[in-house]
């Protein structure tokens, strides 16, 4: 969640100069070869941010290894899993079966995408190498999408797309702990091409337009499009649509900001909210504080997205829940295949 932090600065400052120091050796020692990349024996291409969470990361990897796979691509993804309570190596799918694995041995967003993609091998590893050799030497694959991998610049990678979320303000601009920047702007620079995510949502503000345009990168716009209606109503398998329902909604994602813009696209009435922390771990109390809430609101639905659907559909609601799911699209994306055509040809 984005906070303005300026009443912190003095206390947030110095942590993220500090943060620099570290990031910039870091770097550094990559860039001069004193901290050596591996190479895994396939194609690696990179889904990153430099920001924190919320840019669209998920529907990226997902529109990415659906291209790949339609091109006739053996594809396998890799990625940290965030949140996990397991360790080490930990298959959670072999693309034949759907999911091997729960949510806390996997992290909720790999259990979401094995939920999702067919016939896609996925792996989570710290260790991005050995999870990269345990897809490689099981199941052969052409292509790796290393999600979430910009920043691990311990593996090589052949391709790196950074996603940018266009809702970015210029107070998110700075380091964390007192920004959302995972490292200096600057270092967008090692990316091979730029999605500007959500920009149906929100157009990207001057000072970040002028920021993308100062990189010489390719940029391509896309928008983040939910699921068509009528939607699916999880509780009892009817059939709903959202206009003029009166819907309390709740989340744990990094960008709550835009969930709630979608519902108001699709008309629906928010009238209540609950968010989390991004990747937090619903209980059954949770759910039903919700349902307290939602029903001082009367509200008709509670809505959710498909990330947190994976944390709460076996916990009792007294209330049908609608799982708004999110799809990337492309204003050029003719033009975004030409960059990849040398991965997908």
């Not at 259990?111 to 199941?139: C, E, H, S, W």
């Not at 929100?202 to 345009?213: E, G, I, N, T, V």
């Amino acid at each position: 969640m984005r906070l303005n932090k300026e009443y912190l600065i003095w206390f947030l400052f110095p942590l993220a100069l500090f943060y620099w120091g570290v990031v910039y050796w870091r770097n550094f020692f990559y860039n001069f070869g004193f901290f050596v990349s591996k190479r895994l024996p396939c194609i690696v291409i990179s889904v990153g941010n430099i920001t924190v969470g919320g840019t669209g990361k998920t529907p990226m990897v997902i529109f990415l290894a659906q291209l790949l796979k339609r091109h006739g691509k053996k594809v396998a993804i890799l990625s940290r899993g965030y949140g996990r309570k397991s360790k080490g190596t930990v298959l959670v799918t072999d693309g034949l079966s759907g999911p091997i694995s729960d949510f806390e041995e996997c992290g909720d967003e790999p259990y979401l995408l094995a939920n999702i993609l067919d016939g896609i091998p996925l792996v989570v590893d710290d260790d991005r190498f050995r999870g990269g050799m345990f897809l490689t030497q099981k199941f052969q694959p052409q292509i790796i999408i290393l999600d979430d991998g910009f920043q691990h610049r311990a593996l090589e990678r052949d391709f790196d797309l950074v996603l940018v979320n266009a809702r970015d303000r210029m107070i998110d601009h700075k380091l964390i702990p007192y920004g959302i920047l995972r490292e200096p702007w600057g270092n967008i620079t090692r990316a091979d091409a730029i999605i500007v995510t959500k920009t149906n949502l929100q157009k990207p503000k001057p000072f970040l337009s002028r920021k993308l345009k100062e990189t010489d990168l390719r940029i391509f716009n896309s928008q983040m499009e939910s699921t068509v209606s009528p939607i699916r109503c999880h509780s009892n398998s009817e059939s709903v649509t959202l206009k003029n329902k009166k819907v309390f909604i709740f989340s744990a994602i990094g960008d709550p900001a835009s969930f709630r813009a979608s519902i108001n696209n699709l008309g629906a009435i928010i009238c209540g909210m609950k968010e989390f922390e991004d990747h937090y771990s619903y209980s059954q109390q949770d759910l039903e504080t919700i349902d307290i809430q939602a029903k001082k609101t009367n509200a008709e639905y509670l809505v959710t997205t498909e990330k947190d659907w994976v944390k709460v559909q076996n916990f009792t609601s007294g209330y049908p829940t609608v799982v708004l799911g999110a799809h990337i699209r492309f204003s050029k994306e003719k033009e975004l295949k030409q960059l990849l055509q040398p991965f997908i040809s």
